[in-house]
């Protein structure tokens, strides 16, 4: 009776981090009753796609563009500090907590998770299909220990998932500004980055992923998507070039402006736009650098 | 047939770049004109920009003294009147039930010291004092509101995760029980509030804070004071439109001189230009804004 029991125990203690990998966490079996000095302050919050707003007003549209399920919030104070919220966002799956984590990033990578950034008492970062950010109320660098001792529980508690969106890898090296890189389904995050058109002119979907990067030193952005099929590619690039490029403008390379070079381009199921680009020469070498990418893969 | 209307609704960055009568379009998203000046040309759409250097002291206080100064330096400028007293008799009656429309956002609210000049203002040309609210998240049910005659804008410039920039037309966003409603295109259709029975034809005049301006931010949360300067201002006027172009404009040069290049804002603040160009609210265009400068004029960049 004694080693069954045992047996159930183990089996429990076993399954409480490898079973998260791909379930659903909550921040209670997460953070320990008091870290460092620190206790929660009240329960935790929970909030759904249409109640996030009650939370974040606008705000709430950032995660909404993705996959977003459900985001849990934790307040933690001490004596004679500031409060520190913790928010874990569950974003559906890895490539679209990485998504809404590439949608905000600026700064420097903080070596947290699978990607993160830290400001001023702000520590944002990505594990698996949650994306977390760690607040210090009045944003001073004091509580900076305790922010990354938190991230340092949250994310020793279950698996990275090592994956990122597989558009990521077409594109190329050379001059890539990485800490642009945002990744996306949807187009108002391309208008958030990049203003196109009001209507949804590339037929950008869920179904669809799409990369935005800024090469150079100049705001030259190149835009790849991958369609789920080549026919649906093709519509998309008809409809963007009808509404985009009037007749007697779709050519192979065009300058809008001054320092404004433009190219587009249809290969397999993808479209790979290039806006802004500084020179001809640039637009062109950078076209082709992404295509080979395609190609290979 | 259809396929060319259809395109005739659309809006595309080509679009921007293209029409010249989209030239307050493409200011909005920083893809021409950038950086041309000012031109004064005579107008009804009167903006008075007044600053003063010690208005926010060394503790980051507003001191209520000047603030009141200054507004009463802009009313008057904006009325053409000597007293402000005269101003406030123009816009208010005794009877009127006033509500002023603040922001109480954490990080950069509207100062108390201006909302309480505000409301002296509306009292010195008789409003009851029992028939004045200032209100933000609060104002669907507050009585005042709900039976308001007339209506004060006012709220600090910022830069926005959703909308661009935050300025008076976005601050009445509050007026609908489910503003995520508005969220389309990030905000592009924000004017459309200013047709709400609740709010239309009310507004009297309208105050955008550039005392400690946000001129950038980073996703949802979005406020960092590295990215605030004491600008010490305040911009007056009766069209809102014509305030947060204004306003965007000298976000846009704070920009310029703090990353050292024209970054583009995230997302655009289309819906400035949109306000004029699609829902004819009021005037974006910077060219047919007649701006009226006074007191402190370092690093006024505008």
């Known amino acids: 009776m004694k080693s069954n029991i045992l047996f159930i125990l183990l089996l429990l203690v076993g399954c409480s981090a490898a079973d998260h990998i791909g379930g659903n966490l909550s921040l209670k079996e997460i953070i320990p009753g008091e870290v460092n000095g620190w206790v929660q302050d009240g329960d935790i919050e929970k909030y759904d796609h249409e109640t996030i707003f009650r939370y974040m007003n606008g705000a709430g549209e950032i995660y909404r563009m993705y996959d977003y399920r459900e985001m849990e919030v934790l307040r933690l104070v001490k004596s004679d500090q500031s409060l520190i919220k913790i928010e874990m966002f569950d974003m559906g799956t890895p490539k679209d907590a990485f998504g809404v984590f590439s949608h905000t990033r600026e700064g420097d990578e903080a070596g947290v998770g699978e990607g993160s950034e830290y400001r001023n008492g702000l520590l944002c970062f990505w594990q698996g299909k949650y994306f977390f950010c760690i607040i210090s109320e009045l944003g001073t660098e004091e509580t900076k220990p305790i922010i990354f001792e938190l991230a340092r529980i949250i994310t020793n508690f279950y698996e990275p998932s090592n994956t990122k969106p597989e558009i990521l890898n077409v594109l190329p090296e050379e001059s890539l500004n990485k800490k642009s890189v945002r990744y996306f389904n949807l187009p108002s995050s391309l208008n958030y980055h990049y203003f196109v058109s009001d209507q949804n002119i590339l037929n950008l979907n869920s179904e669809t992923d799409a990369v935005l990067a800024r090469y150079g030193e100049s705001y030259c952005y190149l835009l790849s998507v991958k369609y789920p099929d080549s026919n649906k590619a093709e519509k998309a690039f008809a409809n963007f070039q009808s509404v985009y490029l009037p007749e007697g403008e779709r050519l192979e390379m065009s300058q809008f402006d001054e320092n404004k070079w433009f190219t587009s381009t249809l290969r397999e199921n993808y479209i790979v736009i290039i806006f802004d680009a500084p020179t001809e020469t640039f637009a062109k070498r950078l076209k082709q650098n992404v295509l080979e990418k395609i190609i290979l893969k | ?302």
């Open chain 2, 1 to 302: 047939m259809e396929k060319h209307s259809e395109k005739k609704v659309r809006f595309t960055r080509r679009d921007f770049i293209k029409g010249a009568s989209c030239a307050a379009l493409g200011l909005a998203m920083g893809v021409s004109a950038e950086s041309k000046n000012v031109v004064m040309a005579p107008s009804g759409t009167k903006v008075v920009l007044i600053r003063d250097k010690s208005v926010i002291g060394v503790d980051g206080k507003c001191n209520s003294e000047i603030i009141q100064s200054m507004l009463d330096q802009g009313i008057n400028e904006l009325f053409n009147v000597k007293s402000p007293a005269d101003a406030w008799n123009v816009m208010f009656k005794p009877s009127d039930i006033v509500g002023i429309k603040t922001n109480v956002w954490g990080p950069l609210p509207t100062p108390p010291e201006l909302e309480q000049s505000i409301k002296r203002g509306v009292m010195s040309a008789g409003v009851k004092e029992t028939n004045i609210s200032i209100d933000d998240r609060g104002i669907l049910s507050n009585d005042v509101f709900n039976n308001a005659t007339a209506l004060i804008n006012t709220r600090p410039m910022r830069t926005h995760h959703w909308a661009g920039v935050g300025g008076l037309l976005k601050n009445y966003i509050m007026f609908v029980p489910e503003p995520w409603t508005y969220h389309d295109n990030s905000c592009a259709d924000l004017a459309k509030l200013w047709e709400l029975p609740a709010v239309k034809g009310k507004t009297k005049v309208q105050i955008l804070v550039m005392l400690t301006p946000l001129f950038h931010g980073i996703g949802a949360h979005h406020f960092d004071k590295e990215f605030t300067w004491k600008y010490n201002g305040l911009l007056v006027g009766t069209d809102p439109v014509a305030l947060d172009a204004v306003g965007l404009q000298i976000l846009k040069a704070q920009r310029l001189i703090h990353f050292g290049e024209e970054r583009p804002m995230k997302p655009s603040p289309h819906h400035i230009a949109f306000a004029d160009t699609r829902h004819k609210l009021g005037v974006a265009d910077m060219s047919k804004i007649n701006l009226i400068k006074l007191g402190w004029d370092e690093d006024i960049l505008i």
